[in-house]
């Protein structure tokens, strides 16, 4: 493709984006270059790439534009130009030759122009601008960050390494390692899983062996993390109460050694039917599923009989916005409002499955507090038969735990992990 046909393609896929605001943009631009077969990897990549930087960037280019009207054409020129084009490589590539975008009128130019020698940021940018955040949500980050706000926003906006969970039950990190490196990635051990493996850059490892054999699988380290806090271990009965498509579940089973049991709970049918692919490509063979429906009576029999349960429960994903940077302006402070009596409710309930000295794992993707320790402390007054087991007493390895506290808080800036909370509860009566 020619640079401009890419930017005409980057135009229509940010038109599809914008068009369809309730589904995550990563989902969309799947379904766009599936029916774009003849687009290749080199320049999907690159078609990509424009438009996840005009995702991270979207409240400044809407700033720059002002009262223009924010279309997918004008928000691409201005990316471009406020990365240093000059208008004359802008009126090259909006040429309306063939594939090439239709070329600016007269309106649109003047806008462009305006932008011709500026950079991204500006001084005179309202903060929740400057750091690409909806404004309601500005105050709640200010109070949870403090000083390292801007730090903690800028690692939030910053593409995501490619995080990979080698999974045990089909060979060690060495193998996974060299098998990677036999199809030409480099994967460095991260600094705290002790099955995870880091590629810089977006990387099609889903296309080799190693994937395909289910010796790896994608996992951010923060995420791994939080499987690790739940301390499963072989023979034990553990159940993952929001498992979703079983991401932790793999990894909760593998700790398992494929002994003893996992429920994998969901409320979302399709979500829970895609873990079986993922279970049958990684051999798991002791994990079964339940969809969770409405006054479910699985959770009354089954009472007390779990030594671990894991809610990973449905929350802001505030702490995802490196992979998923359409989703910050997605958030409205409604949803907020609707997730927080929903993740009590979702303790409530998993939290009778819990056997007497047994553990409840509480987790999220938030940074906000009102998710997390909020949630943890509205918990325990409910419920004074659990009592929280402090991070270092729950870090179930020999080397110290990435923070101190009495959770697991992982974020970007401090980590280079996702956004992830974590708090173990132990039922002590
Ligand atoms: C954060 S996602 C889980 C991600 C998954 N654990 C993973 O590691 O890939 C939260 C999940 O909670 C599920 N969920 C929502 N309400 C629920 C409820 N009342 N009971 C159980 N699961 C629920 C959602 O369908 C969603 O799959």
């Given at each position: 493709m020619t640079p401009a046909a890419r930017i005409a393609a980057a135009i229509d896929l940010l038109t599809v984006v914008e068009g369809a605001p309730k589904r995550p943009a990563d989902a969309v631009a799947n379904d766009f270059f599936r029916s774009r077969r003849y687009i290749g990897s080199g320049d999907r990549r690159a078609i990509s790439d424009r438009v996840w930087r005009v995702l991270r960037a979207r409240r400044r280019l809407g700033w720059w534009l002002g009262d223009a009207p924010a279309t997918p054409r004008l928000l691409v020129a201005a990316s471009l130009l406020l990365e240093g084009w000059a208008m004359s490589g802008i009126a090259q590539s909006f040429s309306g030759g063939q594939f090439a975008p239709p070329a600016l009128d007269r309106a649109e130019r003047a806008v462009a122009a305006r932008l011709e020698g500026h950079t991204l940021d500006h001084p005179a940018m309202p903060d929740a601008v400057m750091l690409e955040v909806p404004d309601w949500l500005l105050p709640r980050l200010q109070s949870r960050f403090g000083a390292a706000l801007t730090a903690e926003l800028a690692a939030l906006s910053e593409p995501a390494t490619l995080d990979l969970r080698v999974n045990l039950l089909k060979g060690d990190c060495d193998q996974a390692r060299a098998a990677l490196a036999a199809e030409g990635w480099d994967a460095k051990p991260t600094p705290f899983s002790p099955w995870g493996l880091r590629i810089e850059g977006r990387r099609p490892v889903t296309d080799g062996p190693a994937f395909r054999s289910g010796l790896i699988e994608i996992q951010d380290e923060g995420s791994q993390l939080v499987a690790l806090m739940v301390g499963a271990a072989p023979g034990m009965r553990v159940v993952d109460w929001c498992a979703g498509a079983g991401g932790k579940t793999l990894a909760l089973a593998a700790m398992m050694q494929n002994r003893g049991q996992v429920v994998a709970c969901d409320v979302s049918a399709p979500r829970l039917e895609g873990a079986v692919r993922r279970l049958r490509r990684a051999e798991v063979h002791n994990v079964e599923r339940h969809l969770v429906t409405a006054g479910d009576k699985w959770l009354k029999r089954r009472?007390?009989?779990?030594d671990r349960v894991l809610v990973d429960a449905p929350c802001s994903g505030t702490g995802t916005w490196r992979r998923n940077p359409d989703a910050r302006l997605r958030l409205k402070e409604t949803d907020l409002c609707e997730l927080l009596p929903k993740q009590a409710m979702i303790l409530d309930d998993a939290q009778s499955l819990v056997r007497k000295g047994g553990r409840l794992v509480y987790a999220t993707c938030s940074l906000l507090e009102e998710e997390n320790e909020a949630q943890v402390s509205g918990f325990l007054l409910r419920h004074p038969e659990f009592a929280l087991v402090p991070l270092a007493r729950a870090w179930p390895l020999p080397q110290p735990a990435p923070g101190s506290g009495d959770v697991l808080f992982l974020t970007p800036a401090r980590h280079r992990t996702d956004g992830f909370f974590a708090a173990v509860l132990e039922r002590v009566a």
């Open positions: 009472a007390g009989t779990f």
